[in-house]
Antibody, heavy 128, light 107 residues
Framework: QVQLQESGPGLVKPSETLSLTCTVS?????????WGWIRQSPGKGLEWIGT???????YYNASLKSRVTISVDTSKNQFSLTLSSVTAADTAVYYC?????????????????????WGQGTLVTVSS | DNQMTQSPPSLSASVGDRVTITCRAS??????LNWYQQKPGKAPKLLIY???SLQSGVPSRFSGSGSGTDFTLTISSLQPEDFATYYC?????????FGGGTKVEIK
């Protein structure tokens, strides 16, 4: 059974960098699938942050691209999110998730872009 | 960005009712539309992908239809465990975007 678990600080100061890790169990990241980060805040609803493939190819939401880095560590079966220069607007529940499509480029006709397995989510508050 | 608009924002229904939720995209998205269910304090759960494909393990009372800009999620006979918030999400154009949600409440 594939499971995802987010971890990282629950409180980050304004202007600092948010760092979260998603640990995958029950499946080897290096075997395939895309892996994504999504956040949810009361003000902006659900927002896609970005997606990574096991090879390291990344796709980011342009609205966050200048501040976001997603990376993968196949040896630890983890992928990570960093978001720099955070403000109160970055306060949200952050989820990691698996994209159910295999073997298709993002935004190609055969790519579903649907997240079928999610972590439980972790609340990150940006406050001094 | 492709804006996804759901209606209604909320609805009240009774157990056994047929419920329909609509989602409209600001630009055509072919059939690249997914539906999720979310309960309080939980992560979203995938119900339908590619507009009409039922995700494994999801009850058959859930169905999806539509293409282009207009889509619907139908629950044929509402069950107590179906009271939740439902979201649509498009995967046709960058960035992926979600609708604002429809909260299904008990009448």
């Amino acid at each position: 059974q594939v499971q995802l678990q987010e971890s990282g600080p629950g409180l980050v100061k304004p202007s600092e960098t948010l760092s979260l890790t998603c640990t995958v169990s029950g499946y080897s990241i290096s075997s395939g699938f895309y892996w994504g980060w999504i956040r949810q805040s009361p003000g902006k609803g659900l927002e896609w942050i970005g997606t990574i493939y096991h090879s390291g190819s990344t796709y980011y939401n342009a609205s966050l691209k200048s501040r976001v880095t997603i990376s993968v560590d196949t040896s630890k079966n983890q992928f990570s999110l960093t978001l720099s220069s955070v403000t109160a607007a970055d306060t949200a529940v952050y989820y990691c998730a698996r994209d159910l499509t295999q073997g298709q480029e993002l935004f190609s006709s055969g790519w579903y872009g649907a997240f079928d397995i999610w972590g439980q989510g972790t609340l990150v508050t940006v406050s001094s | 960005d492709n804006q996804m608009t759901q209606s209604p924002p909320s609805l009240s229904a009774s157990v056994g009712d047929r419920v329909t939720i609509t989602c409209r995209a600001s630009q055509s998205i072919s059939s690249h539309l997914n539906w999720y269910q979310q309960k309080p304090g939980k992560a979203p759960k995938l119900l339908i992908y590619a507009a009409s494909s039922l995700q494994s393990g999801v009850p058959s009372r859930f169905s999806g239809s539509g293409s282009g800009t207009d889509f619907t999620l139908t629950i044929s006979s509402l069950q107590p465990e179906d009271f939740a918030t439902y979201y649509c999400q498009q995967s046709y154009s960058d960035p992926l975007t979600f609708g604002g949600g429809t909260k299904v409440e008990i009448k």
